[in-house]
């Protein structure tokens, strides 16, 4: 949960005289969201978020992620669409940060997703995909393969000070990866999302209805963003205690499987590759939350997500010899 | 900033069963409120704040708070109402938590109110104890007179350590309140909010349009509220670093106090009174924020505000000799 930019009423003001929304009603700080300020913002034309980009976030990516925005909402795909100001452009300056206002997207984010949810995020991912097919704008994944080894590199007394032998099944992973690494190169590939977590979409009862929080969207294997859905909502919630009993949930991964085959079928490719998928993608969340939890200090404002829940995850899948296991 | 209890999806729906007000729509935590969890809440009937009491509410005082802002809405007064479930009631549980959804009210908190919002503030504040009139539930202020010598008792080596000689102003502001306690109790007693800083209170321009947090509210001189708003709209913004650098702003004081005098004049032991009363009201601040202060581990989730900002104020006060240097 975070605002980590205050803004004063007289910023707010001068902001809000770019656009034609008339003045501000409502504006309450939004208890989430890691890496930017968010906020609820009320004006004479209707409800918005505004977001602040905060320092982690490269200034010179957002007309990327604003162009997604502005693509995936002309092609009626649900999702926060950027707001233009009376200039034109969407993205410009409040508090000495980079700032966009976005519309209002009903939904809740469900805690724990159930089957038929799953279901429908897998056919929203595929629409997202195809809606995505013409989109002109690329960019590098940065937290792709490449990037693993690094966040690796010197974390092994990190990863077995969480659970004793963990960095066993780390390095068996990567044995695995650097097998299938080349073969993911030849999938078809295109826009990702490549962090659609279940805090990341909206439902209305069982019913999908919009994706966020694109800031970790680039150029992929379309495969790879199914990988990090099955991880993140099919597997059942596990907490900190107890996080390596973590398991997954064959129906909810299959419903998720076969929502997103129901508008693109997986070609044979990326079928085979999926449990590599998988095991890459639950690579690089253990990774990054390796990272985040041995830099962050007890107490911090933010408390970490625990790493080992995406450990049980590369265990899970290092087992796995096909895509049936995952109801593919 | 603060969203202490999550809430379920199932733990939800079952919570607005109890309602007539259809389904959620949207529910977002929110970055406010030091005690309580706080939602913005859509359903199809409308928009709507949640609020969970967390442990330092007590359970048995919530029936006052949610009687009281019934009876403020009853009689018109802008504050946010408590929403009846079908069986009548206002107050159950969610996830262990007493729960109470109030509708939404428009408006912004000034970061920094102007002379124009500080006449708005006091004039209703006035209104707001008119309205409270003939309210018929009392609560003792927990916060009150008696409760500043045990507050203050064992923190001497702290006020100094954050200001050389401060107990000394501290000492010297309890003399002054002892010999003006008796004729507090004789003052126009009612239902005082007790805590109307600028962040409880909305404003859409300069037009006051509703108050909100009343969890401090509770029976007292009337005129101990009015002195609370000066010592918190009235004083020029402060910082951490620079906190004995805040000064009266004679124009919002003057201000404040003429919007109160429109709808309420104050009687004359009133006036008399008032820079006792803005004194007691500036200890019953700087106690609380010291003991907050003292008791809170550095790098804690939400960190505790500076009792040298109300030092400032003690110490001003201290210097002052009557009503007429406030402006009234």
């Known amino acids: 949960m975070a605002v980590y930019t205050q803004v004063s009423d007289e910023a707010l003001t001068e902001f809000l005289s770019a656009y034609d929304l008339g003045a501000a009603l409502s504006f309450k700080g939004i208890a989430e969201g890691v890496e930017n300020s968010n906020y609820y913002l009320e004006t004479e034309r209707g409800r918005f978020f505004l977001t602040l980009f905060e320092k982690r976030v490269n200034a010179a990516e957002l ?40 519309t209002f997207l009903e939904g809740l984010s469900p805690k724990r997703p159930n089957v038929r949810q799953c279901r429908g995020l897998g056919e929203g991912l595929a629409r997202m995909h195809l809606a995505l097919e013409d989109f002109a704008m690329t960019r590098a994944n940065s937290l792709g393969p490449d990037s693993w080894p690094p966040l690796w590199a010197g974390r092994t007394d990190a990863a077995n000070a969480l659970q004793p032998g ?43 209805c919009g994706a966020f929080d694109f800031y970790f969207a680039c150029t992929g294997a379309l495969a790879y963003d199914l990988a990090v859905c099955l991880n ?68 911090a404002l933010v408390r970490p997500k625990n790493p080992l829940e995406y450990a049980a995850r590369l265990a899970f899948h290092l087992r796995m010899k096909g895509a049936e296991g995952y109801g593919a």
């Open 232 to 299: 993140s909502w099919a597997f059942d919630e596990g907490n900190a205690t107890d996080a390596s009993r973590l398991e997954y949930n064959f129906s909810k991964g299959a419903a998720l499987i076969a929502g997103y085959q129901s508008v693109r079928p997986l070609t044979p490719s990326e079928r085979d590759a999926l449990p590599a998928l998988c095991l890459g993608s639950a690579m690089r969340f253990f990774l990054t939350r390796l990272a985040d939890w041995s830099s962050t200090p007890a107490g």
């Open 63 to 102: 007309p990327y992620f604003i162009g997604l925005k502005q693509h995936l909402a002309a092609k009626g795909f649900p999702c926060p669409e950027p707001v233009m100001g009376r200039d034109g452009t969407a993205l410009r300056t409040l508090e000495g940060r980079p700032a966009v206002i976005v």
């Open 166 to 208: 963990l960095s066993d099944t780390v390095e068996a992973a990567f044995v695995q990866i650097l097998q299938a690494k080349r073969s993911f190169e030849e999938l078809p590939s295109g826009t990702i999302h490549a962090d659609l977590f279940p805090d990341n979409a909206f439902f209305l009862g069982d019913a999908f």
